[in-house]
């Protein structure tokens, strides 16, 4: 039985064949197409993944049409920007397959080159700290790529549609009493610029999303 792999997708042409090109034997990827105005769905369907559109723009508006489209048993995640190595995934998705862990995120490890600038590392961290306080998690990083049980994840019912969809998951998982940790994977110079927190505009709505979550205001909107 394989994996099935969730890739939120906004203008990712470029990228495209090197992250797909990646993917390890058993992992099948679902391109969610987010309102792409290049040929990215053109580009993912030629190279095997499976293409799924969502006109409602939005990381976890992206991300939850992917998981309704998933079929195995588990899901990962992950950015489609070439910032991530899908070969790694494995990393992320054993302990789940082991039963060692319920959920797995890649913590990451900035390699030469890698965009992540300061104010979203602040960001980050800032987030993760509140996290590991909140639900005693060991989490340093709300990495992107993660694992988990597909039929586990949809029972939490994640209202999010934003950019709060990756908090809210941990959240309710911890609520839910899963075992959450991390598994180390390299951050890579992403092709073109990040959509969330490639500027500080796009980093502040990120955050503003999560503290809704934090503080009990996400309306899924």
Not at 25 to 41: F, K, L, R
Not at 63 to 87: E, K, N, R, Y
Not at 200 to 217: E, K, S
Request: aromatic residues 4%; charged residues 25%.
């Amino acid at each position: 039985m394989g994996i099935d792999v969730v890739l939120p997708c906004l203008d990712e042409e470029a990228a495209l064949p090197w992250v797909l090109g990646r993917m390890p034997e058993g992992y099948h990827p679902i391109v969610v197409d987010n309102g792409s105005t290049d040929e990215s769905a053109r580009v993912a369907a030629e190279l095997g993944a499976t293409v799924v559109y969502e006109p409602r723009i939005g990381f976890g508006a992206a991300c939850h049409a992917g998981l309704t489209a998933a079929t195995a048993d588990i899901v990962c995640f992950m950015d489609a920007d070439a910032s991530l190595d899908p070969g790694q995934l494995p990393r992320v998705a054993s302990p789940v397959m082991t039963g060692e862990a319920d959920l797995i995120l890649g913590r990451r490890t900035p390699r030469p080159g890698a965009s992540w600038p300061l104010h979203a590392r602040l960001g980050n961290a800032v987030l993760a700290g509140r996290l590991r306080r909140r639900t005693g998690a060991a989490l340093h990083d709300l990495g992107p790529m993660r694992a988990c049980r597909r039929a586990d994840l949809l029972a939490l019912k994640l209202a999010d549609r934003r950019s709060g969809y990756p908090l809210e998951m941990v959240l309710r998982a911890a609520t839910a009493g899963w075992r959450i940790g991390e598994a180390e994977v390299d951050y890579l110079p992403r092709t073109g610029r990040s959509k969330v927190t490639g500027t500080l505009r796009g980093t502040l709505r990120a955050v503003g999303d999560m503290r809704r979550i934090l503080t009990g205001r996400g309306d899924g909107v």
